[in-house]
């Protein structure tokens, strides 16, 4: 499967945004689906998962509240709404597909992800 990640750009602290990984090659129902980030500087961080049909979702404590993920399985698409954006949310979003159950022991680990999107910049001003 190949991810192709879009919908980042510069917004203002408070804004929001939606980012969108559209998959193409098999169907993204096959998956389940992360968004991770990485900051300058900094490792790679897990934000959000959710399973294969959407039954369960997953978040870091720092996006708890502000960011949603959501899947349209027909539509071959993954999103990620952003509200209540934070300058420390400035950060390549990368989302990531898994195929094996064993994900579902550990959903924020990045090394249960078996294919990567280019990822897509989001910058939060101040």
């Known amino acids: 499967v190949q991810l192709q990640a879009s919908g980042g750009g510069l917004v203002q602290a408070g804004g929001s945004l939606r980012l969108s990984c559209a998959a193409s090659g098999r169907t993204v129902g096959s998956y389940a689906m992360g968004w991770f980030r990485q900051a300058p500087g900094k490792d790679r961080e897990f934000v959000a998962a959710?399973?294969?049909?959407?039954?369960?979702?997953y978040y870091a404590d720092s996006v708890k509240g502000r960011f949603t993920i959501s899947r349209d399985n027909a539509g071959n698409t993954v999103y990620l709404q952003m509200n209540s954006l934070k300058p420390e949310d400035t950060a390549v979003y990368y989302c990531?597909?898994?195929?094996?159950?064993?994900?579902?022991?550990?959903?924020?680990?990045?090394?249960?992800?078996?294919?990567w999107g280019q990822g897509t910049l989001v910058t939060v001003s101040s």
């Open positions: 990531a597909a898994g195929s094996k159950r064993s994900i579902l022991l550990n959903m924020g680990a990045y090394n249960e992800y078996d294919y």
């Open positions: 959710i399973t294969w049909r959407g039954s369960a979702t």
